[in-house]
């Protein structure tokens, strides 16, 4: 067990200067960021590997999934599907079946498809570069740039809800509508090039602790926003639907529509949304998972 050192709430005292390009200040935002981490970083299973194909699954869960969550299903994910070749071959119904209980279903089409491009792309081998990265399904620039950091230490830069909280309460202190234009700079000049793997999860470690004992800074950011109710959402109905067609294979529209306490109309958008994106087929009345 790690000795408890400096009290979590003492590093947050600390304010730096954004317009201070000097070494020493530099030097010590990292030393204060990387000896939080040393007392306090969370240890996680996905950090005890540098896995290409271990780290794009944790990534992708880990992106509108707690992290609670996530070490629950990580592990399960991974002994179904090993490796990119299996995920790339089974049926996307054993792979919605694994992923229940994670949400936003796109993500595990979004993986499966990710896996049939490397294994037919990249002969097997996760590309080691961020712009090729971009290209693959449901992974966007920041996803792009945190795989390259933890899979292949590379020294990228960019911004999550995590970082953007640190920097916003270090750097910002007495600013409102910070834009990440701002921020990205000051990323670029703090990076740890000697280690940027363990200099990212330390900087999440420090946002993640930042949130549930200080005012979210990220408040202040330009680009914050609140999560729209589950309760009563499509991504809920959403979510039915695919549980339903998982336990009764090949379900008839008219069962759902009886099934569903919902308007009918409304169902019925959903299915076409769901049948656009590759998720349900439909044929003869019947609903089935392609």
């Given amino acids: 067990m790690k000795h408890p050192g400096k009290k979590i709430f003492d590093y947050f005292g600390s304010k730096f200067s954004r317009d201070d390009k000097s070494y020493q200040g530099i030097q010590d935002f990292q030393q204060m960021v990387l000896s939080y981490y040393g007392e306090h970083g969370r240890d996680m299973v996905w950090r005890h590997t540098s896995n290409p194909y271990h780290i794009l699954v944790s990534e992708i869960m880990l992106q509108q999934t707690r992290v609670e969550r996530v070490s629950i299903k990580f ?93 916003i309460h270090f750097f910002f202190a007495d600013t409102d509508n910070v834009h990440d234009t701002e921020i990205l700079p000051l990323v670029e000049k703090t990076l740890y090039h000697k280690n940027p793997r363990v200099w990212y999860w330390a900087l999440m470690d420090l946002g993640s602790a930042m949130k549930k004992t200080a005012a979210n800074p990220n408040r202040r950011s330009a680009h914050y926003t609140t999560q729209s109710p589950f309760e009563g959402s499509d991504r809920k109905i959403r979510g039915s639907i695919i549980r339903m067609i998982l336990a009764r294979p090949e379900i008839t529209e008219k069962e759902f529509l009886g099934l569903l306490n919902d308007d009918p109309a409304r169902i019925k958008k959903i299915l076409s949304a769901l049948e656009s994106e590759g998720f349900i087929l439909r044929h003869n009345g019947r609903i089935f998972l392609p």
């Fill in 75 to 167: 592990p399960e994910f991974i002994r179904a599907f090993p490796n990119f070749a299996v995920l790339a071959t089974v049926p996307l119904g054993d792979v919605l079946t694994v992923w229940q209980g994670m949400g936003y279903n796109r993500r595990a089409i979004s993986l499966q498809k990710c896996a049939v491009r490397v294994v037919t792309e990249y002969n097997g081998v996760l590309p080691a570069d961020v712009d090729k990265l971009t290209t693959f399904p449901g992974i966007g620039r920041a996803t792009a740039s945190s795989i390259a950091a933890f899979a292949f230490n590379m020294p990228v830069v960019f911004i999550e809800t995590n970082i953007r909280r640190v920097f």
